[in-house]
């Protein structure tokens, strides 16, 4: 704006600089017109933008009279000086003040100025004379002294009649500057100018410019619900058909229709009938189609695959029936022990045709059968046949003393001393002393299994253990004394007891003394308990016995006292102060969580990756970014919009398909992929299809009749049903081509070869032996080929026979 001011003053100066400006004094004006005609053109100018910035002078005060000074006299006469003349202060004679001129005999103020007193002249304020109108509208009044200045407000120029108006747009027309930017419409104010912008448009942020409104971000312009879409375009907006659709022709003409257009849904399916290729199937839907995979195959319509109903419940197999899945379908067979058309099964008795081979007893069972053995028996491994239980091997302790195994049974025997019982399994004991008193010469005393003798004091048994005889001396049987003997005057013997024994009524044998019996308690400070031949002391429940003093008892606590406190009664801890926990130990409110260690009062020491009180907050050591929180050592709970381990990682709902996400929602497709989530499958194959296909999309291949694959490469094969067995290979018309040593539609049976081989004499006098193979026989049973090799030794043929037979084992369970 600053330029275009001083263009403005530069254009209009030179109709303005003659102009007389309005002032009191004629004379003034004059000397002012002298003094502007001889500036030069430049400093016109520069006193045009000094006009428009700084007050224009109308008034040039008066040149100042010559300085004089009044002087007063002394003198007691004073001369009359004419008029209003005053003396002279340097007593040359009669004058006016410094600041007043002599008109005529009297003195008088300059212009400007008003008389105070009779020497003084005082300022008159112009600006301030009401209903003067000096300077007139638009205008700004400046007091001076003697004087007074006028200048124009901004937006208007001194001119002839006062300050007008400048039109700043036809400024800017004619200098060629630009007072609005773009589209925007110059409009001339008073003093200003404004920038208008027409329909469509909006006024930018600086003023001056224009910025396009787009209509399609209000409320909706166009009816989508007929398939229309809005287009913004430049001031304005249009209503189209949305992808999918097709406009239709108008029906309505004239200034009442309505400015959108009707859209009809385009039937791709009908328009283009391979839209949809192998197993996909199109089903037209508004504005779009979607290609659904056919009954018995999955996908998402442009790739579909086998659909496994084998693996689902809703097949309707038998439950003793296998369900086979084939391309497109699937198939039901009941397994081995079963009959029926898989849908439907029922069991096979296989106990009604030679008991099942069983050697006891046959028991059927749904889809096979099991051999049972009579008591005694227990299968062996073949499952058919039984063989013998050793049951004296068994731990059930079947006899009392001794097991005999037998066939199918077993027998139980006793030591001597005892006979079995009629029960066959427990022994009884025999009173021995019944019969001849045992053998002893005087008493019998029966024992369980055996019997003792004894003699009358003061005879001895002898060593016989049956005969009595009296002793003498303490070498013949120790005297007869259980501990010490010795040997006294006269032939007899003495027996006396070692420490904690006291001698018994027959002065021969030694009874244990019980310390614990007395009231000293043994010196047992609580339990006191008695032993043969001495004493322990014992404690009661939460005591222990003290390693210093055996007789003394200390109180147990558990678990033991920690930091530095004593156990003074059974589990109770006298704790130091901060240490109140359970045997002494520190307490921490709240708990010390995920494994830390209360150390002292309200102190965790915790584990790593946990800080805090407590040990409850995570510690991360990357922080978790985008708002998210540190849940668990580093692992980040991030905000819906974020993913990955520091919430780094933006995240688009539903995800990119083929393409990354780069911002919230938005994502950057690869390799061709089009759409908001990367869905549109591109038309290209990086390698080309094969046997005759055609690229339909990204790296997929619309093969033709008999080919399958992502670029047709596999040739169809349509398997068997029911498959073929034992390697068989599937031929045309739904028959198998069975290999060598195999039979049947399926394949399912295996024939065994014959072969003759003719070898040295030597070599067929061997004994004959046998050799087998395994290989399957159905589903659930297994076949053994057996081949023989048989001695022709009787035959003057060099050569022997080798033969071959099949065995199938029925299944004996399941």
């Given at each position: 704006m600053t330029h275009l001011w001083i263009l403005l003053s530069a254009v209009l100066l030179v109709g303005l600089a003659a102009e007389p400006v309005s002032s009191p004094e004629e004379n003034e004006n004059e000397v002012l017109?002298?003094?502007?005609?001889?500036?030069?053109?430049?400093?016109?100018?520069?006193?045009?933008?000094?006009?428009?910035?700084?007050?224009?002078?109308?008034?040039?005060?008066?040149?100042?009279?010559?300085?004089?000074?009044?002087?007063?006299?002394?003198?007691?006469?004073?001369?009359?000086?004419?008029?209003?003349?005053?003396?002279?202060?340097?007593?040359?004679?009669?004058?006016?003040?410094?600041?007043?001129?002599?008109?005529?005999?009297?003195?008088?103020?300059?212009?400007?100025?008003?008389?105070?007193?009779?020497?003084?002249?005082?300022?008159?304020?112009?600006?301030?004379?009401?209903?003067?109108?000096?300077?007139?509208?638009?205008?700004?009044?400046?007091?001076?002294?003697?004087?007074?200045?006028?200048?124009?407000?901004?937006?208007?120029?001194?001119?002839?009649?006062?300050?007008?108006?400048?039109?700043?747009?036809s400024l800017a027309a004619v200098t060629g500057l630009q007072a609005c930017e773009g589209n925007a419409e110059c409009k001339n104010t008073p003093g200003s100018f404004t920038c208008l912008c027409p329909v469509g448009y909006t006024m930018a942020l600086n003023g001056r410019g224009c910025e396009d409104v787009d209509e399609c971000s209000f409320e909706e312009q166009c009816r989508r619900e007929l398939g229309n879409v809005c287009v913004n375009t430049p001031g304005s907006f249009s209503c189209q058909c949305q992808a999918g659709f097709r406009a239709e022709a108008p029906v309505c003409v004239g200034p009442v229709c309505a400015d959108y257009t009707v859209c009809q849904d385009v039937d791709e399916c009908l328009e283009s009938l391979a839209v949809c290729v192998g197993q996909g199937v199109c089903e037209n839907t508004l504005g779009s189609y979607k290609c659904i995979c056919q009954s018995g195959y999955r996908g998402n319509g442009t790739h579909c695959e086998d659909v496994n109903e084998c693996a689902f419940s809703g097949h309707g197999c038998d439950t003793n029936a296998r369900c086979g899945n084939i391309i497109g379908s699937y198939y039901c067979q009941c397994y081995q022990g079963f009959n029926g058309d898989g849908f439907s099964c029922f069991d096979i008795d296989e106990c009604a045709v030679n008991n099942g081979h069983c050697k006891h007893n046959c028991s059927n069972e749904p889809g096979g059968y099991s051999c049972q053995c009579a008591s005694g028996f227990?299968?062996?491994?073949?499952?058919?046949?039984?063989?013998?239980?050793?049951?004296?091997?068994?731990?059930?302790?079947?006899?009392?003393?001794?097991?005999?195994?037998?066939?199918g049974s077993f027998q139980c025997s006793c030591k001597p001393g005892y006979q079995l019982h009629i029960d066959g399994h427990t022994c009884v004991d025999i009173d021995k002393c019944k019969l001849q008193n045992g053998g002893c010469s005087h008493t019998c005393t029966n024992s369980p299994g055996g019997h003792v003798c004894h003699c009358p004091s003061p005879l001895l048994l002898n060593r016989d253990n049956l005969t009595c005889s009296n002793v003498t001396s303490c070498k013949?049987?120790?005297?007869?004394?259980?501990?010490?003997?010795?040997?006294?005057?006269?032939?007899?013997?003495?027996?006396?007891?070692?420490?904690?024994?006291?001698?018994?009524?027959?002065?021969?044998?030694?009874?244990?003394?019980?310390?614990?019996?007395?009231?000293?308690?043994?010196?047992?400070?609580?339990?006191?308990?008695?032993?043969?031949?001495?004493?322990?002391?014992?404690?009661?429940?939460?005591?222990?016995?003290?390693?210093?003093?055996?007789?003394?008892?200390?109180?147990?606590?558990e678990p033991p006292c920690q930091n530095y406190g004593v156990c003074v009664a059974p589990n109770s801890c006298d704790c130091p102060p901060g240490y109140p926990g359970l045997g002494c130990s520190a307490m921490c409110s709240p708990p010390c969580a995920h494994g830390g260690t209360c150390i002292r009062w309200n102190k965790c020491?915790?584990?790593?990756?946990?800080?805090?009180?407590?040990?409850?907050?995570?510690?991360?050591?990357?922080?978790?970014?985008?708002?998210?929180?540190?849940?668990?050592?580093e692992t980040c709970q991030c905000p819906s919009d974020y993913t990955g381990p520091q919430c780094l990682l933006l995240l688009c709902s539903p995800a990119c398909q083929n393409g990354r996400c780069v911002d919230v929602n938005k994502c950057v497709c690869a390799g061709g992929w089009q759409g908001a989530r990367c869905q549109i499958e591109p038309v290209q194959c990086q390698e080309p299809c094969k046997n005759g296909g055609v690229c339909v999309g990204f790296n997929r291949c619309r093969c033709s009749t008999g080919f399958t694959g992502n670029l047709c490469e596999t040739a169809i094969t349509v398997p068997c049903v029911p498959p073929c067995k034992h390697g068989a290979t599937c031929s045309p018309h739904n028959t198998c081509t069975c290999p060598e040593g195999t039979t049947g539609l399926r394949c399912e049976r295996l024939t065994c070869p014959v072969i003759t081989t003719a070898v040295s004499m030597a070599r067929a006098v061997r004994k004959a032996f046998r050799e087998s193979y395994v290989d399957r026989c159905g589903p659930l049973g297994i076949q053994l080929c057996t081949k023989y090799r048989i001695n022709q030794a009787r035959v003057y043929l060099q050569a022997y026979r080798v033969g071959y037979k099949i065995q199938c084992p029925q299944k004996t369970g399941r």
């Open positions: 017109k002298e003094t502007e005609e001889e500036n030069t053109e430049s400093q016109m100018i520069d006193n045009t933008i000094g006009n428009l910035s700084e007050p224009t002078p109308s008034q040039t005060p008066n040149t100042s009279a010559p300085s004089t000074t009044i002087i007063p006299q002394n003198s007691s006469v004073a001369p009359q000086c004419p008029g209003n003349q005053v003396m002279l202060e340097s007593g040359s004679g009669c004058g006016c003040s410094s600041d007043m001129l002599l008109v005529g005999d009297n003195c008088s103020c300059p212009v400007g100025y008003t008389d105070e007193g009779a020497a003084e002249c005082l300022d008159i304020n112009e600006c301030e004379a009401e209903g003067t109108g000096l300077c007139g509208l638009h205008a700004s009044c400046t007091n001076s002294p003697g004087s007074y200045s006028c200048s124009c407000l901004r937006g208007y120029l001194m001119g002839p009649g006062g300050c007008q108006d400048v039109d700043e747009c227990q299968l062996d491994q073949d499952g058919h046949n039984c063989v013998d239980v050793d049951e004296c091997s068994l731990s059930n302790r079947t006899c009392e003393h001794t097991c005999i195994n037998t066939h013949q049987r120790n005297g007869g004394c259980d501990h010490i003997c010795s040997e006294r005057v006269g032939g007899h013997v003495q027996c006396s007891c070692q420490t904690g024994w006291t001698l018994g009524q027959d002065l021969r044998s030694c009874v244990d003394v019980n310390e614990c019996s007395d009231f000293t308690n043994g010196g047992c400070e609580q339990l006191c308990l008695n032993h043969p031949g001495g004493f322990n002391c014992t404690c009661r429940e939460g005591y222990k016995v003290q390693t210093d003093d055996l007789t003394k008892c200390q109180p147990v606590c020491l915790c584990p790593p990756g946990w800080t805090g009180v407590g040990c409850h907050t995570a510690v991360c050591e990357l922080p978790c970014a985008n708002g998210g929180r540190c849940v668990e050592p």
